[in-house]
């Protein structure tokens, strides 16, 4: 009985028993994973590295998830020699001969930095820079003076690293620089013509010599001669008529002699932070009508095309305060002339002359960026054959058009190193300040109260 008792006394009841069950599970899984991630390590390398792993136990056999990152090579039964062959990760399993428990290794195979860290430590200007091993790359870290030394760093790890290179480096110093650009554009033209109509009517003798552009109606009438009418042989040259009406003699001569002279002169200045690009644009854009082909309907879409003056820059501080400059200027201009008519708009070409270069300058100094002439010439001669080609008596019977047009563009650049202005250094603005209100005696005498006050305006120095 006692025994019995004492068995009762330790016996649990069916239900507690089922309830132990998953309690025991549970915990039996704990401590499996517990152990699991005991076992799991991580491991660091870089391209071309190797590290030595001596192990507790003779090793059984081992598994690489991706043989590519790594290689691993038995030195003895307890050591593993592990070298990294390519950036990326993997996972190393190792099993024991006497049935211990797995050890897995998760290697990190990152870029061999050692060359790359001791550039940067013996350049006094890159001393700032670090560079750091990320899972997904290499990240260049810190601050420079200048943009010089941003680039040679940049340059510096693409060297050894290649491009993957993710660059977070901070420029300390930044610059701001001025360009001025002038566009000194030349374009001269003249034009030369002569032309020559005339007709001759009396009952005996007929003649008449017309000009192709002259509209004529030839009508005999008995008794009444020859009818015939001349326009003007150049309908926007000045145009000298004779006429001797008892002599039935009607001539018509035209002439012109025109010269053109135009000048066109811009000068943008555009401020621009050192190693960031401007841009300027003074003209306008022009629509052109796009017909679009394929969807059945015939519609007709609009795009706009810049012309004028357009610059695009990109200034960039040296060391030494010397200035780089990326300069695109354009210069283009509506050309009515060959023009072309789509679906009944007019649309008229674009003449343009443009540059791109880079060139390295002194604060305050110039260059001249572009020289572009262009010239063409144009003869246009209208006659009758044979007698048109006669010396003097041939002037009579043709008609000549001599046209000459040359352009000349020349483009200068001036970077200047400015600084923002200071509280009161602001000079006043053109009519700050200033209120003109005239009066009835200066609209009489047309005085003007404005005239003798000119004030300099500028936004830098």
Do not use: C
Request: glycine share 10%; hydrophobic share 40%; net charge negative.
């Amino acid at each position: 009985m006692e025994e019995a008792r004492v068995r009762h006394k330790y016996r649990l009841p069916k239900y507690v028993s089922f309830m132990l069950v998953p309690v025991v599970l549970l915990a039996a899984s704990f401590l499996f994973h517990a152990e699991a991630r005991a076992q799991s390590r991580t491991l660091d390398l870089s391209v071309g590295g190797q590290r030595l792993l001596k192990l507790g136990h003779p090793v059984d056999r081992i598994a690489i998830a991706d043989p590519a990152t790594i290689d691993v090579k038995v030195i003895s039964a307890r050591e593993l020699r592990v070298l990294g062959q390519k950036e990326g990760t993997t996972d190393l399993t190792i099993w024991f001969a006497k049935g211990g428990a797995s050890l897995s290794y998760h290697v990190v195979v990152g870029a061999d930095l050692t060359g790359l860290r001791a550039e940067f430590r013996n350049d006094p200007a890159l001393s700032g820079v670090k560079a750091v091993e990320t899972g997904k790359g290499v990240v260049l870290k810190g601050e420079v003076y200048s943009l010089e030394d941003h680039a040679r760093a940049r340059d510096l790890a693409a060297s050894y690293l290649g491009g993957n290179v993710r660059d977070a480096i901070t420029v300390a110093d930044r610059r701001m620089v001025a360009v001025e650009v002038r566009f000194a554009a030349v374009s001269t033209s003249t034009l030369k013509a002569l032309g020559l109509n005339f007709q001759s009517l009396d009952n005996n003798f007929q003649f008449a010599a017309i000009g192709p552009s002259a509209s004529t109606n030839f009508d005999y009438t008995s008794g009444a001669g020859l009818g015939a009418n001349t326009g003007l042989p150049l309908s926007q040259a000045f145009n000298l008529f004779l006429a001797w009406p008892g002599s039935n003699l009607l001539g018509v001569i035209s002439a012109l002699s025109n010269a053109n002279l135009a000048q066109l002169l811009a000068e943008p200045t555009l401020l621009v932070r050192s190693g960031e690009d401007a841009e300027f644009l003074a003209g306008g854009e022009i629509p052109i009508p796009v017909p679009q082909s394929g969807n059945g309907n015939g519609t007709v879409t609009i795009e706009y095309k810049k012309f004028g003056v357009q610059l695009d820059v990109a200034a960039t501080v040296l060391d030494n305060d010397r200035i780089v400059l990326k300069v695109n200027p354009e210069v283009s201009e509506l050309d009515f002339t060959n023009a072309l008519v789509i679906q009944g708009f007019r649309i008229p070409a674009l003449r343009t002359r443009s540059t791109r270069t880079t060139i390295e300058l002194g604060d305050g100094q110039s260059f001249v960026l572009a020289g572009l002439m262009y010239s063409s010439s144009g003869n246009v001669e209208d006659r009758i054959p044979g007698i048109g080609d006669l010396p003097i008596i041939g002037t009579f019977f043709k008609r000549t058009q001599n046209s000459r047009e040359r352009q000349e563009l020349i483009i200068v650049a001036t970077p200047r190193l400015v600084s923002p202005m200071e509280d009161g250094e602001v000079p006043k603005l053109p009519g700050e300040g200033q209120i003109y209100d005239p009066g009835f005696g200066d609209i009489l005498l047309n005085t003007e109260t404005l005239g003798g006050h000119v004030v300099e305006h500028g936004l830098m120095r």
